[in-house]
C-alpha cells in the first residue's frame, strides 16, 4: 500500500510537465499547427525560469517569464510558418536542434549551477488525510494546482466559448473561417503564443519544481512525448490528462521496479516510446475529432 | 420602393493571372426576385458572386447594396453581412455541428451557446420546411439536408440576397422540388436569390430573371416568360469561329441543349463485366458501401448510373477499377482485372500537378517495353514521340511536353486524363462525373472520347448525378441508392415521379 | 469548380501563360539566397557570443585555424563530412517524396551496433571479408530501424516524424543497456565496448590523417541518385513523391515504394555508424551518433534535395561541424553553438521554401531524359 501511495505521488509529479504541455499542443493542433518544436518551447521555459530563479529575481518572476520566453520561441514558429507560409514540419524542427542547443550554450558558458529555491508543497487540509490518494492529488506544489486550473480553462475555452470554436473551425478548415471576415493566420498565431506560455510553464515545473535546477537536456524528448498523448487524447482535454498521467505511470513504476530487481535502467528508458509508438498506432482507429488540415 | 434594385453592381472587371474573368459586368437584383444567372463553366458567374459577396476583391467596379455606395475594389471590399452564399462545395465544416456552424456565420459574443443556436435552426426549419438535427455533425448529414442546413444559417444571419451555386447538381428530384419550395417562401418573404445553374430547363421553370455570362461578359437579360430555352444555349455557347476548334457550333448547341448523341439500343452483345451481390466497404466518409450490388455492362454500350450523391458511387468506381477488395459478391470480367479508371476528383486522383505532362500521361505505359532498355532505363526520344502523339490525339492544348500539368486548364487536364485512360483500347472504362467543372467545347471533346470507346467496344460506366447528362449519352440508366442499383430507367423516359421515387429508395 | 484549388475559374480557351513558366531561382538567384541567409545566421551568432562575452573574431579565427589551417585539419572536415553526405544521400529520395525520416541517429547507432558486434568475431578473416560483412550488415540494420516507421506509416498512417524520433530513443536505450552489460569493455569501467581488431578498419586515404576510404563510398552514391532520375523506378518514385493517390491508378503498390524509401534512407546512416566505430573511434560508445546527429538531414535539405548540391553542403557543414570543436580549444566557447547554428540554418530554409515548393523544383530542375530545351 505504501508503494502504491509513492507510485501515486510520483506519477503526479512527473505528469505535471507533460500536462501542462500538452494543453498548449492541444490548443495549438487544435487550430490546425504541429509543433514538432514543443521540446524548444519547454526547453525555453526552463531554462528560463532556471536563470531567473538562480539570478535571485524570486520564483513567481521566473514562472512568469518562463512564460514569456516560451511565448517567443512560439512566435518564431509563428512568423515562420504562419505568416511567412515556411514548411511547418521544418520549421519547428529547426526549433526542435536550436533551443536545447541554445540553452545548454547558456548553461555551460555562463558556469552558473546554482540550484533554484525549493517550492513548497500546497495542501488542502483534509483531503490530503485521505488514504492512498489524498497526498498525491492535494498536496503537490504550484505547478500541480495550475494545470488543474488550466486544463478546467482550456476545456471550458473548446466546449463554452466563441474563441475556442473559431480555434477549432481554423484546424479544419481556415478558408470557411477566412469567410466569415476572421483571419486564420491571427487564430494560428494567438493558438501558438497560449501554447508557448502552457510549454513554458512545463519547461519551468521542469527546471523549478522536478529537478530543482537545470541540466542539459533537461527537457529530454518530453516535447514530442507530448505530441503522441495530445493525438491518443483525441485532441481533447480529459484525453491529454489520460495520456499524460499513462506517461507518468510508466515513469514512476521503472523507478519502482528498478529498485526492487535487476531490470537494467536503461532498457526500461525504451519504454515510454515503445509506449509511444502503441499509442500511435493505436489512435489511428479514432479520428474523431482531428483536426482536418492535420490528418491530409 | 419595392422596385428599385436591392442589389447594383457596375462595371465589375477582374483578371486573374492574365486571364480577364470578368470585363465590365453590370448586374441588377432586385426584392422578392428569383434571378438566374447562367453560362458555361468559366464565364465568371462564381467569380462576380465572389465579389458580391465580399470573398473577394474586384479590380474595377462598385456596388450600390439599399442605397449605400461602396468600393469593390483593393482592401476596400470585405465579407458582405447582407449577402449568403452557398457554394457548391459547401460552405459547412463537416466536423462540427449545425449548431456550431450557426454560431461561427453568426457570433453571439464571447460565450458559444450551442443549446440556443440548434432552436434557431430548428425554428427557421419548421418555418421553411424539412427538420434537421442541429446538434449531429454536418457530415453525417444527407447532401440536402446540408444545403437546406446551410440556406437556413444564410436567412439565420439575417442575410437579404441569398446566392446559391449550381444548388441542384448534387440532389435528387426530391430534393430539387424541396429546395425549389425554400427559394419561392423567402422570395414571397422579400428576400432576393440568384440562382446560379447551366440547366436551361430549370432556370426557366424558377426564375423571374435570367442573364447569360460568356467569357466574362453579360451577353442577355431576359425576364423569364420572354426567352426560350434554344435562345439562352446559343447566347450562353456564342459564335464559334471554325478554326478555333474541331468542333462545330451546331455540336456545341446540341451540348448545350442536352440533345441525345446515342441511339437507345436494345440487342444484346458480350457481356464485358458482371457484377453480382457486391458487398464492399466505402472509401470516403459520406459516402455509402456497397451492400449488394449487381450490373452487367455490356460491348460497346454506355451505362449511366444516377442516383443521389453519397449513394456508393464512389465505392461502385473504385471496386471496378479494382483499387478496393471486396468483401463479398462476385465480379466477372473479360480480359486484364482493372478498368480505364476517370476519377471524379480529378486533383486527388488522377492527375500529378507538379509533374509534367509527360510524367502524367506515362502513368500506363511506362511499362511497355519498347519505352525502356531492359525494362530499367527509359528510352528519351520514344517516350517523347509518344506522349506528344497522344496528346495531340486528344486535342490538349498546351505549350510544351514538359510543362507542369498545373499549367494547363482543367478542361485540357481533363482531356489528357481521358486520353491516357482511353489509350490502350481498354474493355472497361469507368467514368465517375466526367464532365465535371468543363466548358461546352471540351465537354463535348470528352463526350466524343467516350462515344468512341464505346463505339470500339469497349464497356462504358458513367456515373453522374446529373441526369440530363446520362440522358444525353448513356444507352440505358441504372439507379443507384444506399450501395445497391433499385432500379432502371430508358434515357427516353421522361416519368419523373418514377426516377423521384427510385432515388429517393422507394422503389 | 474547375480550378476550386485556386478559387480561380479559369476559362478554358486560355492558358495562363504566367503559370505555365513555374520556375524555381536560377542559379544565382539560389546563390544571393544562400548569400543572404548565411549573414543572417551570423548575425545572430555574433549577438549570442556577444552576450557571453566571448570576442567574435576569435571566435572566427579560432574556426577557420582548425578547418583549413592545415592538412591535417582539412581531413578532419573530410572525416565529419563523410556521415553527413552519406546520410544526406541516402535521404534524398524519400525527402522528395515527401517522407521526413529523422532517424538517422538511431539508425547510424543501429548500424554502428551490428558492426561491432561483427568486427568482435571477424578477428580473424582477412580485411576485404570483414569489411564487406560489417559495412553490408550496417547498412541493412539502418535499413530495417528505419523501415520500421516506414512499416507503421503504411500499415497504420502512424506519422513517420515521431516514430522516427522516437526510434532514436529506443535504439540509444537499447545500446546503453548493452554496453552496461553483455556488450561492456573488458578493459574500462565504462559503458564502451572492446576495440575493434584492426583488420576491420577502412584504408586511410590521406597518409597521416584520419581521412578514410569512406568519402569515396559517399560519393558513389552521386552517380547512383543521378541514374535514378532516369530510371523506371526512379519514374515510380517520382509519382509517388508527387501524388500518392496515383499510385494505384497505375498498379504500383504505395506500400513497397513508402517502406522502400525509408529503408533505403537508413542505408546511409548505417553505414556511417560502420565507419564511426571501425575507422574512427575503434569502439562501441552509447553517444557515437552525437557527432552527426540530424546534421545529415540539414545538408540533404540545404542542398535543394540534389546530389551535387549535397555534397557542397557536406563539405559546408562538415567544416563547420569540426571548426566547432576547434572553437572549445581556441576560444573557450563549447561547441552546443553548433546546434544553434543548425538550427538557425534550417529555420532559414524552411521559412524560404515551404513543402510543396521544395518538391516542385526539385521535380522542375531535374534534367530527364526527355527534356529538351530549357523553358
Known sequence: METFEAVMNSSVRLMIPLLLAALGELISERAGVMNIGLEGYMTAGAFTAFAVAVGGWGLAPAILLAAVAASLVAGVMAIGAVWLRGNAILVGFALFVMLPGLANFLYVQQNNQGATPKLHLISIPGLDDIPLIGRALFAQNVFYWMAIVLCVVVYLLFSRTQAGLTVTATGHEPETVRKRGRSPRMVQTMALLACGALAGLGGASLSLGAVGSYQPNIVDGRGLIVIAIVILGRWSVPGAVAGAFLIALLDALKLRVTQGSDIPVQLLGALPWVVVILMLVASTRMHSHAPRTLTQ | ?507 | MTLVRDGVETPDAEVPESVASVEGPGFAGRLLTLAVTIGACILVLVAVLEAVDVDPVLAWNSIWNSTFGSTRNFSETLVRATPLLLVALTLVPSLRAGLYNIGAPGQLAAGALAATWLALHLGGQPQAVSLVVCGVSAAATGAIVAAIPGWLKAQFGVNEIITTLAMNFIVISVIGWLLNGPFKGNYANLPQSDLVPDNSTLPILIPGTRAHYGILIALAFVPLLWALDRSVVGYRLRVFGANQQLTRQAHISRRRYLIGLMAFGGVGAGLSGWMQVVTIDRQLYPTVADPVGYAGLFVALLGGLTAVGSVVAAFILGALLHGGDGLQVGANVSPEIVQVVLGLILLAYAIHRGRSATREISIQKRRLPWRRSKR
Not at chain 2, 436569390?193 to 430573371?209: M, P, T
Not at chain 2, 460568356?214 to 469561329?241: F, I, K, P, W
Not at chain 2, 467543372?437 to 448525378?465: F, H, K, T
Open chain 2, 1 to 507: 420602393m419595392p422596385d428599385q434594385p436591392r442589389v447594383q453592381l457596375r462595371a465589375v472587371s477582374k483578371t486573374f493571372a492574365s486571364v480577364v474573368a470578368l470585363q465590365g459586368v453590370d448586374f441588377d437584383l432586385k426584392p422578392g426576385q428569383v434571378h438566374a444567372l447562367v453560362g458555361e463553366n468559366g464565364a465568371g458567374k462564381s467569380t462576380l458572386m465572389r465579389i458580391l459577396a465580399g470573398q473577394m476583391s474586384a479590380d474595377h467596379g462598385r456596388l450600390v447594396f439599399e442605397g449605400a455606395q461602396s468600393d469593390l475594389t483593393g482592401s476596400a471590399a470585405g465579407f458582405h453581412e447582407g449577402v449568403g452564399f452557398v457554394e457548391q462545395e459547401g460552405g459547412l465544416i463537416a466536423e462540427l455541428s449545425g449548431a456550431e456552424n450557426l454560431l461561427l456565420a453568426v457570433p453571439s459574443g464571447a460565450v458559444a451557446d450551442r443549446r440556443r443556436a440548434g432552436r434557431t435552426i430548428t425554428e427557421l426549419a419548421e418555418r421553411f420546411g424539412g427538420a434537421i438535427d442541429p446538434h449531429l455533425p454536418v457530415r453525417q448529414l444527407a447532401v440536402g439536408q446540408r444545403q437546406r442546413l446551410e440556406i437556413l444559417i444564410v436567412m439565420a444571419r439575417g442575410a437579404q440576397v441569398l446566392v446559391l451555386d449550381e444548388p441542384t447538381a448534387a440532389l435528387g428530384t426530391d430534393e430539387a422540388v424541396a429546395l425549389g419550395e425554400i427559394i419561392r417562401k423567402f422570395a414571397a418573404e422579400g428576400g432576393s436569390v440568384v440562382y446560379i445553374s447551366h440547366k436551361l430547363g430549370e432556370v426557366i421553370r424558377l426564375a423571374d430573371r435570367i442573364t447569360v455570362m460568356r467569357r466574362g461578359r453579360v451577353v442577355g437579360s431576359h425576364e423569364s416568360g420572354t426567352v426560350t430555352v434554344e435562345q439562352l444555349a446559343t447566347e450562353m455557347v456564342g459564335q464559334v469561329v471554325a478554326k478555333e476548334s474541331e468542333v462545330g457550333q451546331e455540336e456545341l448547341l446540341e451540348v448545350a441543349l442536352g440533345v441525345r448523341a446515342v441511339a437507345t439500343t436494345g440487342t444484346e452483345t458480350k457481356r464485358i463485366c458482371a457484377v453480382k451481390g457486391m458487398v464492399a466497404p466505402a472509401p470516403l466518409p459520406g459516402e455509402a458501401a456497397l451492400k449488394g450490388l449487381d450490373l452487367d455492362v455490356h460491348a460497346g454500350e454506355i451505362v449511366g448510373v444516377a442516383g443521389v450523391v453519397g449513394s456508393g458511387q464512389t465505392t461502385l468506381a473504385e471496386v471496378l477499377a479494382g483499387f478496393i477488395r471486396p468483401q463479398g459478391g462476385s465480379m466477372v470480367r473479360e480480359g486484364k482485372d482493372f478498368a480505364a479508371y476517370i476519377p471524379e476528383n480529378r486533383h486527388r486522383d488522377a492527375v500529378a500537378l507538379d509533374l509534367s505532362l509527360v510524367d502524367n500521361l506515362l502513368l500506363h505505359s511506362h511499362r511497355r517495353r519498347t519505352f525502356t532498355q531492359a525494362g530499367l532505363w527509359f528510352n528519351g526520344d520514344r517516350v517523347r514521340e509518344h506522349v506528344v502523339s497522344l496528346l495531340d490525339d486528344s486535342h490538349v492544348r498546351y505549350g510544351h511536353p514538359d510543362q507542369p500539368m498545373r499549367a494547363l486548364s482543367g478542361g485540357n487536364q481533363q482531356k489528357a486524363v481521358v486520353g491516357r485512360e482511353l489509350e490502350e483500347a481498354p474493355l472497361l472504362v469507368v467514368a465517375h462525373n466526367p464532365f465535371r467543372g468543363l466548358d461546352v467545347r471540351a465537354i463535348s471533346e470528352v463526350r466524343d472520347a467516350l462515344l468512341q470507346a464505346a463505339a470500339d467496344g469497349a464497356g462504358v460506366v458513367m456515373i453522374s448525378p446529373d441526369l440530363d447528362e446520362l440522358r444525353q449519352i448513356a444507352h440505358r440508366i441504372v439507379v443507384m441508392f444506399d450501395g445497391r442499383i433499385v432500379g432502371e430507367i430508358s434515357p427516353d423516359d421522361q416519368d419523373a415521379e418514377r426516377l423521384g421515387q427510385l432515388m429517393g429508395g422507394v422503389a
